[in-house]
């Protein structure tokens, strides 16, 4: 370990940091406020429940080194352009996450749809008031999956150049030198826990209710 | 009033649910559907909130169709019970309870202050009022779910087998606590239950369904046990019919007359006892005069004590019915029935001889006023 080196470098380690926390972060929201209809879709209609869930498993099964390559070739981007990675990961994001909204609506007891049917709920605000607050754990627990693989396939992308921890690694590698690929692994670590907890936390903050919850 | 004309609920390539049901819930009465698995009474029920849409027919609401109102509207003019209480997870329960005024568009103080209230009419201390429904028992999750329903002040409500998820005790104290509130509310009320005990202790009006949804019978619950109208309904009334009718029969005061009756206090010694008996049984009494069971004189061998006492013997309350009445005569060691007061105050006791003369008169009284 060259403390000396992680001193000289550590401005440019913070960016790489933010850019990793960047990179990591807005693809796991986008990717998020896309699923919330497409999975309420999902959990509405049994044939869009298959085909869409269908192919957002497929969508996760492509390497993500190949979908770093192509995406220039379909958005019209340049290769360096870290859009691709935001595109990239938001696809992964998406994946997850459609078929965790479409299981946490299910989660929803069905006496308590029955009940808000039959107290003049309308349709909309029976899914904002009632099925969404108590969709929260079953969807927090896809978030942190999603959460946390986003931080270690971010890395990925520093084969192809763009600015995050990944490129610790590689550098390691060229200059066959430790010090870096222990940092970036420790920091990627640090990111994916300090993530994860604040997933971790803000819904235990929305669920006040469940059993060992927040109150109480 | 609830009125169900000609309507019919079938299922493509199914049986008939319900089979051209025609009848009227009247105006602040307690209608209760009974009938066996598969007679279309919940279907029946839920047809009114249009949660299932008849095939044909048209169910009115104080004469006004239901089929052409705004689904939503309609709902929240009619209070609803099911069976789970249904309620949400995620919310406190005066926050539940609120749920259905704040749907009738009360302010929010306002919904809350109704649901404090009504918390405590339905049985709750205030101490329940900001937990939430994962910390409560079934039956308060029921009671709950009863204020919820009572929150907007609807003029209908449907129940859903309210009370069959809870124990038989609780069950009890829920229905006896229910009749005493609608006794003040008048709600126009349809309920769904299977449990024809709960039918004939509950109902104002009880409609009987069979197997493939039709109407078998419908009646007062006096008039069901007396005169049911075919082999179908009797046997769904089951056993006992004549016992039963005996819980419909109001014990008046002086209808059986009261013997006076000696009592001991814990403590007394066996010559005591024996002085005061008239038989081999003394009744045993606290200092408030509440009776505590029966002492056995001839077996006692000290000063008696809690451990002699005979507690086989049921109480009944003044202004309860015969069958209660009854009971305590026959489950009494003594063969003398303990009557008490709405304190539970010893008012004396009925023998078999005069409770059968009572049932003899309330039986020639109810044969009199047969059309």
């Known amino acids: 370990?060259?403390?000396?080196?992680?001193?000289?470098?550590?401005?440019?380690?913070?960016?790489?940091?933010?850019?990793?926390?960047?990179?990591?972060?807005?693809?796991v929201v986008i990717g998020l406020l896309l699923a919330l209809p497409l999975g309420w879709l999902a959990q509405r209609a049994g044939f869009f429940r298959s085909t869409l869930l269908g192919a957002a498993g497929l969508l996760y099964t492509i390497p993500s080194l190949a979908l770093f390559v192509l995406l220039p070739l379909v958005l019209g981007t340049r290769i360096l352009d870290p859009m691709n990675v935001v595109?990239?990961?938001?696809?992964?994001?998406?994946?997850?996450?459609?078929?965790?909204?479409?299981?946490?609506?299910?989660?929803?007891?069905?006496?308590?749809?029955?009940?808000?049917?039959?107290?003049?709920?309308?349709?909309?605000?029976?899914?904002?008031?009632?099925?969404?607050?108590?969709?929260?754990?079953?969807?927090a627990a896809g978030l942190r999956v999603a959460v946390v693989s986003n931080v270690s396939i971010v890395s990925v992308a520093a084969l192809i150049g763009t600015p995050q921890l990944g490129l610790l690694f590689t550098q390691g590698l060229q200059l066959r030198f430790l010090t870096p690929i222990i940092a970036g692994i420790v920091l990627c670590v640090l990111l994916a826990a300090l993530l994860d907890g604040l997933v971790l936390f803000a819904a235990k903050r929305m669920t006040p209710w469940q059993p060992g919850g927040a109150e109480r | 009033m609830i009125t169900f004309d000609t309507v019919s609920k079938h299922y493509r390539g199914q049986t008939v649910a319900v089979d051209k049901l025609s009848l009227t819930a009247p105006t602040g009465k307690l209608t209760i559907f009974v009938g066996p698995s598969g007679c279309g009474k919940t279907t029946s029920l839920r047809m009114v909130n249009r949660l299932i849409a008849p095939s044909s027919g048209r169910i009115l609401l104080d004469g006004e169709p239901t089929d052409t109102m705004d689904v939503a509207v309609l709902r929240r003019k009619i209070g609803y019970v099911i069976q789970n209480a249904g309620l949400f997870?995620?919310?406190?329960?005066?926050?539940?309870?609120?749920?259905t005024a704040r749907l009738n568009g009360t302010p929010k103080d306002q919904a809350l202050r109704i649901a404090h209230d009504l918390l405590e009419r339905v049985g709750l201390s205030s101490a329940f009022a900001n937990r939430y429904p994962w910390q409560l028992s079934g039956g308060q999750?029921?009671?709950?779910?009863?204020?919820?329903?009572?929150?907007?002040?609807?003029?209908?409500?449907?129940?859903?087998?309210?009370?069959?998820?809870?124990?038989?005790?609780?069950?009890?104290?829920?229905?006896?606590?229910?009749?005493?509130?609608?006794?003040?509310?008048?709600?126009?009320?349809?309920?769904?239950?299977?449990?024809?005990?709960?039918?004939?202790?509950?109902?104002?009006?009880?409609?009987?369904?069979?197997?493939?949804?039709?109407?078998?019978?419908?009646?007062?619950?006096?008039?069901?046990?007396?005169r049911p109208a075919d082999d179908f309904v009797a046997d769904f009334i089951g056993r006992d019919r004549g016992y039963r009718v005996l819980g419909f029969a109001e014990f008046a005061k002086g209808g059986v007359p009261l013997g006076a009756e000696p009592t001991a206090t814990l403590g007394a010694t066996p010559e005591t006892l024996r002085q005061i008996a008239t038989d081999?049984?003394?009744?045993?009494?606290?200092?408030l005069n509440r009776p505590l069971g029966w002492a056995d004189v001839d077996s006692l061998k000290g000063p008696l004590r809690d451990g002699d006492l005979n507690l086989s013997g049921t109480l009944a309350v003044e202004g309860s019915s015969l069958r209660h009445v009854l009971d305590a005569v026959l489950s009494s060691p003594s063969g003398r029935g303990v009557i008490v007061g709405q304190s539970g105050e010893l008012m004396g006791t009925v023998t078999l001889s005069h409770v059968a003369e009572a049932i003899e008169a309330a039986r020639t009284g109810r044969l009199g006023t047969q059309p």
Do not use: C
């Open chain 1, 1 to 27: 370990m060259r403390f000396d080196w992680l001193y000289r470098e550590s401005g440019r380690i913070a960016e790489l940091f933010l850019w990793h926390l960047g990179l990591s972060v807005i693809p």
């Open chain 2, 141 to 226: 999750q029921q009671r709950v779910g009863v204020a919820r329903a009572l929150a907007s002040d609807p003029k209908f409500m449907l129940m859903d087998e309210p009370f069959s998820a809870v124990d038989p005790v609780v069950r009890g104290q829920l229905q006896d606590e229910f009749l005493r509130l609608q006794r003040d509310i008048g709600k126009t009320i349809i309920m769904v239950t299977h449990d024809i005990d709960e039918a004939l202790k509950l109902g104002d009006q009880v409609v009987v369904l069979r197997t493939g949804g039709t109407l078998a019978q419908v009646a007062t619950p006096q008039e069901l046990l007396a």
């Open chain 2, 280 to 287: 081999r049984w003394v009744l045993v009494t606290d200092p």
């Open chain 1, 87 to 139: 595109v990239a990961l938001t696809v992964y994001a998406l994946a997850l996450l459609v078929r965790t909204v479409s299981d946490g609506l299910e989660s929803v007891p069905p006496d308590v749809i029955q009940a808000a049917n039959a107290m003049g709920y309308r349709r909309l605000p029976r899914l904002f008031v009632v099925e969404l607050p108590l969709a929260v754990p079953v969807i």
């Open chain 2, 89 to 99: 997870p995620h919310r406190t329960v005066v926050q539940n309870i609120a749920t």
